[in-house]
């Protein structure tokens, strides 16, 4: 497998950010109530691990040691300020939906994770494939966990009706526990359960 | 000169250039982005205000349109009730009948805020519209939804307010109580004179 390849793809599910290596947990069940929010996250958190990864690579050299944290912490923040404001003036309804997580991105570990473990010792590039695979990866989780939560807790897929009515008019009642915080828990637990058990580990 | 990237002189050079960096590529895309974010919170208060007064199906593309159609009138009223320039208290009208109140008060996390449309007659509630800035999604967040709202339509106006609270949400809902607590007590002369 190329080189690029594995960049990427190992991230989605040898190496994955949350179920293999059990990092930004706390975001996973903050956002995954419903599809649509979850799809916002992942993808903002793709772009900002892909791009912090970016420009810390490029800095990598002249970072200085002792404050290097300090200015890891400096461009990602910078980075998610950024993509808060764009999404409050280009899609205002999604920034409503994050407000109170935007600001955990920066908090996020699988950036500071990936920027220490990866963008200080490798080139650009790498580090930017490396990047978007690990927040792909991430995001795989997210659709994943919110997928079964919006489908069993509210009957919906983005806020479209999936259970037909007849379903309710017999009886059937959507699981208001799936909407909580516990069930998102508990689903990626089965989720890293079956990843894990389908893996090859050494 | 070789430099040494671990003396003090660079580690202080390097955090300043950083620094300074940062703050001027924020400062250009916070002034760049500014008119379009006014434009949205423009139209979600627009949006807030009709839904309020019962107009139905707006959406983000006609709220300007139908906030001009629907919106007969807008004022300040001083503390007497009394239409004035330079009351503090805004009342927009809306069809010539139903006065929408702007709401302000806290949560449990942060601030929450609303509007309340009152019938012409000054006794009956026509509808509410809540937000927040940092309710827990599922529980104090849930003032936000049409079930939660849709219960106020038809009460009568009167302090305390009456509604179900909702569930696992104790402080939230008890800031909403207060918040219209509040608003009817500063808006009661004119809500009297609107009594026939």
């Not at chain 1, 927040?135 to 069993?152: D, H, Q, T």
Request: hydrophobic share 45%; charged share 15%; glycine share 8%.
């Amino acid at each position: 497998m190329s080189n690029w390849k594995k960049l990427v793809i190992e991230p989605l599910r040898k190496t994955n950010p949350v179920t293999v290596l059990v990092l930004g947990i706390c975001s996973c069940l903050a956002v995954t109530a419903q599809l649509k929010p979850a799809l916002v996250m992942g993808a903002s958190v793709t772009v900002v691990t892909a791009l912090s990864n970016l420009i810390i690579s490029l800095l990598r050299k002249g970072i200085p040691n002792r404050i290097r944290i300090i200015v890891q912490l400096v461009v990602v923040a910078t980075l998610v300020i950024m993509i808060d404001q764009f999404l409050k003036a280009f899609a205002y309804d999604v920034s409503k939906q994050l407000s109170v997580y935007v600001g955990l991105i920066i908090t996020n570990c699988i950036i500071m994770g990936r920027l220490e473990a990866f963008a200080l010792q490798n080139g650009p590039w790498e580090s930017f494939l490396d990047g978007l695979g690990n927040g792909l990866g991430y995001s795989l989780i997210l659709v994943i966990v919110a997928f079964f939560r919006e489908l069993l807790g509210s009957g919906t897929l983005l806020g479209y009706q999936v259970i037909p009515q007849s379903f309710y008019e017999a009886g059937y009642q959507n699981n208001g526990l799936m909407i909580l915080p516990p069930m998102a828990l508990i689903v990626i637990g089965i989720v890293i359960w079956i990843n894990n058990s389908k893996t090859e580990t050494k | 000169m070789k430099k040494d990237i671990n003396s003090n002189r660079y580690i202080f050079l390097y955090a300043t250039i950083l620094i300074i960096v940062v703050a001027v590529l924020l400062t250009v895309t916070a002034l760049w982005l500014q008119p379009f974010q006014n434009r949205n919170e423009k139209n979600e208060k627009r949006i807030k205000i009709l839904t309020a007064a019962g107009i139905p199906d707006i959406n983000k593309h006609n709220a300007a349109l139908l906030f001009e159609q629907h919106c007969t009138d807008q004022f300040l009223l001083d503390e007497n009730g009394n239409p004035s320039d330079d009351g503090t208290l805004p009342l927009f009208v809306i069809d010539r009948q139903t006065s929408v109140i702007p709401m302000q008060g806290n949560g449990l996390w942060g601030p929450i805020w609303g509007y309340l449309a009152i019938a012409a007659d000054g006794k009956t509630i026509v509808g509410v519209t809540f937000d927040h800035k940092s309710e827990t999604p599922g529980l104090g967040g849930e003032i936000t939804t049409e079930k939660f709202q849709s219960q106020f339509a038809g009460k009568p106006v009167r302090i305390p307010v009456e509604f179900d609270a909702i569930t696992g949400a104790t402080k939230t809902s008890n800031g909403v109580r207060e918040m219209i607590d509040n608003t009817l007590r500063l808006y009661s002369p004119f809500l009297e004179k609107l009594k026939p």
